[in-house]
Structures are given as structure tokens and as C-alpha cells.
């Protein structure tokens, strides 16, 4: 047996290519996340040291407020030994720089030069207060240079800083992209939060230091390491977080490894299937069925080992290229050295030779258990009749029941419990797939019928071998319902997330005059600028709220046409009040608002808006029945597509007049969108090696179809059918197999990806909507049925050249 077993796989390895493809992009995948992984852990790692490499003493601080952080440092700076201390703080703040104003992160930079972590690439240390250091990809961001003075809004306060050197960007718990001096950071107030205190102490004196701190009153009650305990700490939380991206991405790798073993199972199940006569000849000359069982098990062994190796080794080039690629790409990421972990390694090789192995059981039991004659007659039918169909229909019912039920509860934290749903239900539609392949088959067979002999026998061979059908179809149905789940998840993604930002943000960008009239050119000088699509000039005037003077802007079509959504229209008696004044002056949205214009004073209903500024909104017709006089105050802009959102901010805020405000979610707008291009642009591309999977098995699954039917071609050749007519009959089946598999497919992601999206969404979204892309999905239609039709091509051909008799004598 060992000779027929070289020999089959030398004489059969054409025929599990598919396989061992699917095999290799799998295990490749899985490794190249690892390294990934790796590579942002030693990353992490490093910048870590760096920046507490002077400290030889750590007193957490992370929970106390600013004051408490700042009573601890100058506690810890009186104790004997210590020379330096620096309290670490970090928060995120609006910084004016020039005319424009932008969030930035913020940290501190210490006085001293061995608790000052940050490498200054241009300029100079900050050597006293008001001075600053900028992160290179900031200031090349927001075209800040050394010597620029930057205001910092705080709470209630807005101090000025110099910028004197320019620093790499660095992430860690401190990273940040304007570092400022301890005094100007304590100005801020509450609107920081604090990280840590730092001490250095005298040489030789860091382990009486430490012992002084630990318990003592200057700490109050804070916990006290060493410098090197800290690190190792914020190396295992930033570690945490790495794992939980890699268990995120992970998910995906579990797909692409789902999908794999479908293609593997299916592609196998097809060659067993052709190879019947020859394993039965093998019975005939004396093969056992231990014999045949093995034989078969061997060969997938071998299969699974060279596949799984060369995916190792594939995945390990991908993932330094990767890592070679960010570093390229982003300068600024923190990235160490690719590498992998033994489980990194041991794990995906050992999934790759067991799926090949567990995927020839069923299939090898199914052909060695059949009596040598009758593996040699022909083998037409394999329907879901008896017993084997009944327990095939439970099981696959049972599975497709469990998944959905998984689906149903598996949201938010509990989305491992989803994602196993979605696979079992999946696998339960495979197992039915002889059912309802063929059943979707009989509905349109009959079209296709009319086109005359050829398509009557194309209509009636792909119903009368439903599991050869369905296997085709199989793979078919894995790539659209991939292809599906993501163009309609991504879709309804999408649009609530813009329903969302439509409510957050109503107003892209606008200036609004606080006194007095708006200019009347800015209107002409806005509507010139790049990336500006419309504008329109809002009239309004102050007037008197609950006691509070506000200014008032009447909303007319004009106006309401440059808003996004409709919410913050306001309707005759109704004013809406802006989210920044709403907290501004701590004005809630009840039932009634007291409104004075003149000397009347009205009942107005007050409601909840988006951002639009420091103002309220009211319908046209408003203020003059106030007895006010209005005159332009404000315009409003809105964002064409596309455009770059700090540069029409910026470019708006240049117009403004004196004493104006520019307002408007137009760059908040853009970041959101900006997380969520970044984040389906990763999902797209991990699931596209899933697609590629699931597109090789599509190709090979139609090929060994045709392939599998010499006799049955010749035979129709010897009737009488033509070459050409072989052609269309195949190719013809072929699309009636791959139309069949894209329906089916699309209607599966289609429910996949909104069912996907509710459950990632759980608790941060609510009413998720449906939201289909037709032209997208009539793409992947069209796609799908020209693969199947090419899949089909050269079979087709190699089919209509043999000659009927050397067919019909073909094993």
C-alpha cells in the first residue's frame, strides 16, 4: 500500500491544490497576526522603559485629582534623597494655534533632565514655564513650528506657551501630542487627570527613598514601587491590551479558519467521490478497508503537514513585510521587531493538519464501506432519501436552530457567544444545502430549459446528483455570504452611524458675530473657499431665557438646507437650545422656557439640538414677534464630501470677524468617520483573505464537478451532442449552480451582516437599521456568475475534446 499511496498522491495532486491553497491562506493568516501582535507588544514595551528609565521611584496617583497629585509631589519632593520629582498628567484639551483651534492630547514635560523622557529632534528643552514641546507629526499635522505660541484651553483658563523643540511621537501611558510644564498644567484645572509622580533620587540613595515613601504619610495612602516594578506593571496592562486587539482580529482569523474548513471538507469530499472506481479497484486486487481507510488518512496527513509548514512560513514573510510596511507608511507607530510565540506557531500548524485530517474521516468511512461492485457502477444518485438524508436534515436543523439561537444572545460582551452562532447556523445551512440547492435549482431550471437541448440537460443534471450540487454551490454560497455580510454590514454601519453624527453634529461649520452684525462679504469669501459645498447667512438677535441673555438664530430654508438631519429645526413656539449652551449656562430642556424679547414675555417649548454653538434657534418670524429687530448674525457652511475637515475649519476660521466664534462638528465629524474608515478598512481587509479562501474553493469545486463526469460527457457525445453543445450544457450548469449560491448567499449576508452589526453595536447604538447596497450587491452578483461560468471554461474544453469512446472507456 505504501507504493499506491505515492502513487495517488503524485497521480492526485492536481486535484487538491484547492485544498492545500486553502490550507496555506489560513495557517498564513493566523501566523501573520501573531507576528503582528508580537511586533506591537516589543513596541509597547520599549517606549515604556523610555519613559520612566530616570525614575527609580512610582507613586500611583491615577485616581486623585489634580490637587492631591500636586500635594503628593511637593510632599515626596521634601523627603531626604530625593533630587528630582515630576507630576505626570495627561488630558485632552482645544489649543489655539494661529486661527485655527484643534483637540490635542496633553502631557508634562519635566524641568528635570533625567526624569525628561522626551527626545527633542528640533529646538530645545523647555527651561522654564510657558514653554513647550510638540510631538514632529503634530506640528506637521497642524503646521506648528518652533517659536509659535500656542493658548491651551483649560478650565476657565486659557495660559499661552511657547513652543521650543520639536519631539518624535511616542504613545504609553504618558504619550502625548503638547507637553507643558508642571505650572501651566496644574492651571488647567480639573479638566486633567492625573497619571503618576515620579521621583528620582540621589545617587545611591533609591532603595532608602523607596523605603522612606512606602507607607508614609507624604504618599497619602497612595501606592508606592520601585521604578522597575511600575514599568513591569505598565508593560502587562499595555500587553493586555494588545491581547485583547489580537483576540479581536483573532475573530477574524477564526472566520478565514471556518471558511477553510468548509473549502478543505468540500474539495476533499469531491475527490474521494471521483476516485470511487479506482479506490473499489483496489478492493477488488485485495485492499482491506483498514487498508483503504489508512491509505486515505495518510494522504491527508501528508497534505495537511506540507500545507501547514509552508502557511507558517508564508504567514512569517507576510508579517515582516507588514511590520516593514507600517513602519513605512506611519512614521510616527511604535512598532518593535516581528516575532512569534511557540503557541503562535504550534497552534495554527496543528488547526491546518487537523482540519485536512478531520475533513477526509466522514468521506473516507463513506467510500471504504461500500462492496467493491458497487463502487464501480456508476454512481448517479446521492439524495437526501433513508435514513443517512433523515439524520442529515436533523442535524442540519439543529445545528442552523443552536446557531441562531447563539446569534439572538450573543451581544455586546457576550459577542463570542454570536460569533460561534453564526458559524454553527452557517454550517446547519451547509448540511441542508442538498435540499435547498437543488429545491432553488428546480424553481429556475426550467428557463433555462427553453434555450433548447442543452439547457433541458443542464436543468435536469444539476437536480439529480443534489450532493454533488450542493457541493459546488458550497463554496460558492461561503464566498458571497463573506462578501455579502461585509458590504451589508458595513452599509447599515454607515448610515447609523451617520443618523448619529447628523443628531451630534447638525452644523459642519459656521462663525456666528456675539456683537454686532456679520460682515457682508464673508458670505462670498466662504462660499470661494476648497471643500465648502454651501452657506447661508442666519439672521437672529439677543434675547432674555429663564434669565439668561442668549442669542437667538431664526432657522429658515436657507439655513436648514446646510444643517444635516432635521432635528434641530425648531417648529412655530418651540426653541432649540444647542448642546453648548445647554451646559454652558446649565439649561435644561423642560417643558416650558420663559422668553423676553421686548417687554413681553411668552412661553416658549424648549428642546435638545445638535452642535451649533453657543446659541438657541428659533423658527423665522420669531424674533420679530418678540418685538426684537434681527439682523445677520451668524453663517452657516457645510462640508462637501471628501474635503478635508481641519483645512475648511481652518480656512472658515481665517474670516472670522472680531470677537466672532467659529463653531460647528465639521472636524469631530471627520475624526468619527475618519475610526470608522480606519476600522472597516482592517475588517475588509481580513475577511478578504476569507473571500480568497472561499474564492479558490469556488474555482475548484466547479472544476472537479465537471471533471468528475468523463463517462457521462461521452456518453452524451456519442448520443449525439455536439461540442459546442457539451459547452453550453456545462457552462450553462454552471451558472445555474453559481445564480443558485449567489442568492442564497446574499440573502445569508444580507441577515449576517445586520445581525453582525447589532451585536457589535449592543449598548453603544441603539435601532441599528438594514440598509442594503443594491449596486454593490448586483456587483457581487455579477462577479460570482462570471467566476462560475470561467471556472467552467477549461473543464468544459478538456471534456469536449476527448473522443466519446476513450470517454466512455475511462475509469
Known amino acids: 500500500m505504501r507504493t499506491v499511496l505515492w502513487g495517488s498522491l503524485r497521480g492526485h495532486a492536481r486535484r487538491y491544490v484547492a485544498a492545500g491553497a486553502a490550507i496555506v491562506m489560513a495557517v498564513a493568516f493566523m501566523v501573520a497576526v501573531n507576528a503582528l501582535s508580537g511586533a506591537a507588544r516589543d513596541g509597547a514595551r520599549a517606549e515604556i522603559v523610555a519613559q520612566y528609565a530616570g525614575a527609580d521611584a512610582v507613586v500611583d496617583v491615577m485616581d486623585a485629582d489634580a490637587a492631591t497629585a500636586a500635594r503628593v509631589a511637593a510632599a515626596v519632593s521634601d523627603v531626604d534623597g530625593v533630587e528630582a520629582v515630576v507630576a505626570n498628567r495627561r488630558s485632552f484639551v ?37 514653554e513647550a514641546l510638540v510631538s514632529r507629526s503634530t506640528a506637521e499635522r497642524y503646521e506648528v513650528a518652533v517659536g509659535d505660541v500656542l493658548a491651551v484651553e483649560g478650565d476657565g483658563t486659557s495660559p499661552e506657551v511657547v513652543v521650543t523643540g520639536l519631539v518624535e511621537g511616542a504613545a504609553g501611558a504618558l504619550g502625548s501630542s503638547l507637553y507643558v510644564d508642571e505650572h501651566t498644567m496644574t492651571t488647567l484645572g480639573d479638566v486633567v487627570s492625573s497619571v503618576d509622580v515620579s521621583v528620582r533620587a540621589a545617587e545611591g540613595e533609591a532603595d532608602a527613598v523607596h523605603a522612606v515613601l512606602d507607607g508614609s504619610a507624604a504618599v497619602d495612602g497612595h501606592v508606592v514601587m520601585t521604578g522597575d516594578a511600575w514599568v513591569d506593571d505598565q508593560i502587562v496592562s499595555a500587553s493586555r491590551d494588545i491581547d485583547i486587539i489580537q483576540r479581536l482580529v483573532l475573530v477574524f482569523a477564526a472566520v478565514a479558519a471556518f471558511v477553510g474548513a468548509l473549502v478543505i471538507a468540500n474539495t476533499i469530499t469531491i475527490v474521494l467521490a471521483q476516485r470511487r472506481r479506482e479506490l473499489a479497484l483496489l478492493r477488488c486486487v485485495g485492499a482491506t478497508r483498514k487498508q483503504i481507510v489508512r491509505s486515505l488518512r495518510t494522504e491527508s496527513l501528508v497534505l495537511g503537514l506540507a500545507a501547514s509548514a509552508l502557511g507558517v512560513v508564508v504567514g512569517w514573510g507576510l508579517g515582516l513585510t507588514a511590520v516593514a510596511a507600517m513602519r ?31 475533513a ?53 460582551d457576550r459577542l463570542p457567544v454570536g460569533l460561534v452562532g453564526g458559524m454553527l447556523s452557517f454550517l446547519g445551512v451547509v448540511v441542508l444545502a442538498p435540499l435547498m440547492v437543488p429545491a432553488a435549482l428546480r424553481l429556475v431550471g426550467p428557463l433555462v430549459g427553453r434555450t433548447g437541448v442543452a439547457g433541458r440537460l443542464a436543468a435536469g443534471n444539476v437536480v439529480r446528483n443534489p450532493r454533488r450540487t450542493a457541493s459546488s454551490s458550497t463554496a460558492l454560497l461561503v464566498g458571497v455570504t463573506l462578501i455579502t455580510t461585509v458590504v451589508v454590514g458595513s452599509a447599515s454601519l454607515r448610515t447609523t452611524v451617520d443618523r448619529d453624527l447628523d443628531e451630534s453634529y447638525a452644523l459642519d461649520v459656521g462663525l456666528v458675530a456675539t456683537e454686532g452684525a456679520l460682515p457682508a462679504d464673508v458670505e462670498r469669501q466662504v462660499a470661494a473657499l476648497d471643500g465648502v459645498e454651501s452657506v447661508a447667512v442666519v439672521d437672529g438677535a439677543r434675547i432674555e431665557m429663564d434669565g439668561h441673555r442668549v442669542l437667538a438664530l431664526e432657522v429658515d430654508d436657507a439655513a436648514q438646507a446646510v444643517m444635516r438631519g432635521d432635528h434641530a429645526v425648531p417648529g412655530p413656539g418651540e426653541i432649540v437650545i444647542g448642546e453648548e449652551l445647554a451646559s454652558a449656562l446649565d439649561l435644561s430642556y423642560g417643558e416650558t422656557a420663559a422668553v423676553r424679547g ?25 424674533l ?18 471628501g474635503a478635508p475637515a481641519e483645512q475648511v475649519m481652518a480656512d472658515v476660521a481665517t474670516l472670522a470677524p472680531a470677537g466672532g466664534q467659529l463653531v460647528g462638528g465639521l472636524e469631530q465629524r471627520g475624526w468619527v468617520v475618519l475610526q470608522l474608515d480606519v476600522v472597516l478598512a482592517v475588517t475588509v481587509g481580513l475577511l478578504a483573505v476569507a473571500v480568497l479562501i472561499a474564492a479558490v474553493g469556488m474555482a475548484g469545486a466547479l472544476s472537479l464537478s465537471v471533471l468528475e463526469r468523463t463517462r457521462e460527457n461521452a456518453l452524451l457525445r456519442a448520443l449525439g451532442l455536439s461540442r459546442r453543445g457539451l459547452r453550453f450544457t456545462l457552462g450553462a450548469e454552471a451558472l445555474l449552480m453559481a445564480g443558485v449560491g449567489a442568492v442564497l448567499g446574499t440573502v445569508l449576508g444580507t441577515a449576517y451582516g445586520w445581525l453582525g452589526v447589532r451585536a457589535t453595536t449592543a449598548g453603544l447604538m441603539d435601532d441599528v437599521g438594514l440598509s442594503v447596497p443594491w449596486g454593490q450587491v448586483a456587483l457581487v452578483l455579477a462577479a460570482v456568475l462570471l467566476l462560475g461560468l470561467a471556472a467552467s471554461v477549461l473543464p468544459s474544453r478538456r471534456a469536449a475534446r476527448i473522443a466519446p469512446a476513450e470517454g466512455i472507456a475511462a475509469l
Open 94 to 130: 482645544n489649543v489655539v494655534a494661529g486661527p485655527s483651534r484643534h483637540l490635542m492630547s496633553i502631557g508634562t514635560v519635566s524641568a528635570d533632565d533625567g526624569l525628561r523622557w522626551q527626545d527633542v529632534v528640533e529646538g530645545r528643552a523647555p527651561e522654564g514655564r510657558g
Open 328 to 358: 513605512a507608511w506611519t512614521p510616527g507607530l511604535t512598532l518593535g521587531s516581528a516575532s512569534l510565540t511557540v503557541m503562535g506557531v504550534v497552534v495554527p500548524f496543528v488547526l491546518g493538519v487537523l482540519t485536512v485530517v478531520g
Open 360 to 412: 477526509t474521516v466522514l468521506p473516507a468511512r463513506r467510500v471504504a464501506r461500500l462492496a467493491p461492485l458497487e463502487a464501480l457502477r456508476p454512481h448517479e444518485t446521492t439524495g437526501l432519501d433513508g435514513r443517512a438524508g433523515r439524520l442529515r436534515i436533523g442535524a442540519g436543523v439543529l445545528l442552523f436552530g443552536a446557531g441562531a439561537a447563539g446569534l439572538a444572545v450573543g451581544t455586546g
Open 598 to 622: 421686548g417687554a413681553d414675555l411668552v412661553t416658549m417649548r424648549p428642546r435638545g439640538g445638535g452642535a451649533v454653538g453657543e446659541v438657541v434657534l428659533v423658527a423665522p418670524g420669531t
Open 624 to 641: 420679530a414677534g418678540l418685538g426684537v429687530s434681527e439682523k445677520p448674525r451668524a453663517l452657516w457652511a457645510r462640508g462637501a464630501d
